[in-house]
């Protein structure tokens, strides 16, 4: 195969993804499996972007933040391109700032870091949130009753740092369909791939979410228990979580994207 040294990375990305997620999309088989195997040369590709490939400078951590820092959005967005088949942009988050938890309905999507380091936590959804045998336990502060319309049953899956060095975390319809991005030590950015894009008039939504604490877990034994073997010890774990509305403290300006032109 002639190598194609003239078309931008991100050019050949999005080709790439139309053409992988256009297939996936018609297809019910959305497993991670799945998603590996047909996304590799994607994934490969995805993986080797950095931000001189989009034109973007890496931001530095500013000293002193003013009125005007702390007005400003902790969270941007740089839209790249949208299809039917899925969008791509990329998201740049300011020190120490967090994109709450939050779903992808019905979606994949990979992230890729482009600069900084991020804290990945990926949930997945038990189907049978409320229709369980057992009810729900008590949560510590208690759920008011018409909280519990909103519970969901997840269980806590990965827990992962990212950089630029890593390779994209996946997401699938199935799996790791859940997450909450925490920059870490100072300033991040990270290309975003969602495979079809949100879209609330079918179906795909964004929902937020904030994770519960049981009550009984709450006691002291535990509590200690629990940080003594640490975070692996949270993974694979059955939580509650919440739907609740976009946390006031969390919103996303836009702001233009400056590489290389996407078309598909
Ligand atoms: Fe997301």
Redesign the pocket.
């Known amino acids: 195969m002639p190598r194609d040294n003239k078309t931008p990375l991100i050019q050949k990305i999005a080709r790439k993804a139309y053409s992988t997620f256009k297939d996936l999309n018609n297809s019910s088989n959305g497993d991670h499996k799945a998603l590996s195997d047909k996304n590799s040369e994607l994934i490969a590709l995805v993986t080797a972007v950095r931000a001189a490939d989009l034109k973007i400078a890496p931001r530095k951590t500013k000293a002193g933040s003013g009125a005007a820092e702390l007005q400003s959005p902790p969270v941007t967005y740089m839209h790249i391109c949208e299809t039917d088949a899925f969008s791509m942009g990329v998201f740049l988050l300011r020190t120490g700032a967090s994109?709450p938890l939050?779903d992808?309905p019905g979606m994949n999507?990979m992230?890729k870091v482009l600069y900084g380091k991020v804290s990945i936590r990926c949930f997945d959804k038990l189907e049978d949130s409320l229709t369980a045998k057992t009810p729900p336990p008590l949560f510590e502060p208690p759920l008011s009753p018409f909280q519990t319309g909103s519970l969901r049953r997840s269980v806590l899956r990965s827990i992962g740092e990212f950089s630029e060095e890593s390779g994209p975390c996946l997401l699938t319809p199935q799996q790791d369909n859940l997450?909450q991005?925490d920059a870490v030590e100072g300033p991040a950015a990270f290309l975003?791939i969602l495979a079809p894009p949100y879209d609330p008039d079918d179906g795909r939504d964004c929902h937020y979410y904030k994770v519960l604490r049981v009550a009984e877990e709450a006691g002291a034994d535990v509590k200690a228990n629990e940080e003594q073997q640490g975070e692996e010890k949270e993974k694979e774990k059955e939580m509650w979580l919440l739907e609740i509305p976009q946390p006031d403290d969390f919103w996303c300006g836009g702001e233009p994207y400056p590489g290389p032109p996407v078309s598909i």
């Open positions: 994109i939050h992808h999507g992230l997450h991005i975003d």
